[in-house]
């Protein structure tokens, strides 16, 4: 596998593709590649609510970030900060507008409306599984 993603334009909106889920160039590619069957959007609800934007996949949730981070990490939600506050969560996306990121028109299968989530965990895996990024 290369250690760069090609990036793909299509609507104006630039994003590369890993499995099914369309990604922020931002969004560092080897975390993409290495998720481990239990965080990222394939695996995690709350990523697939907090963690994208216009369509686009830009930062896990703060459970999966907990995940892989030693320190504490802050709830936020990339459709209810600022810029600057996201940026101090998400270093990689620093200087990207988030206002500008991805499809405004974009829904997943309406789940950017969702206000919560089962707490059953097999619904959530059909709700995950059902979710079409293309």
């Not at 609507?11 to 969004?27: A, L």
């Not at 030693?70 to 940026?87: C, G, K, P, Q, T």
Request: proline share 4%; hydrophobic share 30%.
């Amino acid at each position: 596998m290369s250690s760069a993603p090609e990036i793909v334009t299509f609507r104006g909106v630039e994003y590369y593709e890993v499995d099914g889920v369309k990604y922020h160039p931002q969004f560092p590619y080897e975390w993409a590649l290495s998720n481990d069957g239990e965080t990222g959007p394939k695996n995690c609800l709350n990523c697939v609510c907090y963690g994208v934007k216009g369509g686009l996949f830009i930062g896990y949730c703060a459970n999966c970030r907990s995940y892989y981070e030693e320190e504490d990490v802050m709830h936020v939600s990339l459709h209810d900060y600022e810029n600057e506050i996201i940026w101090s969560q998400y270093p990689y996306m620093t200087g990207v507008d988030l206002y500008t990121v991805g499809w405004p028109d974009y829904y997943a299968n309406e789940i950017d409306e969702m206000e919560e989530y089962s707490e059953d965990e097999e619904e959530n895996a059909d709700i995950l599984d059902e979710i079409e990024w293309t």
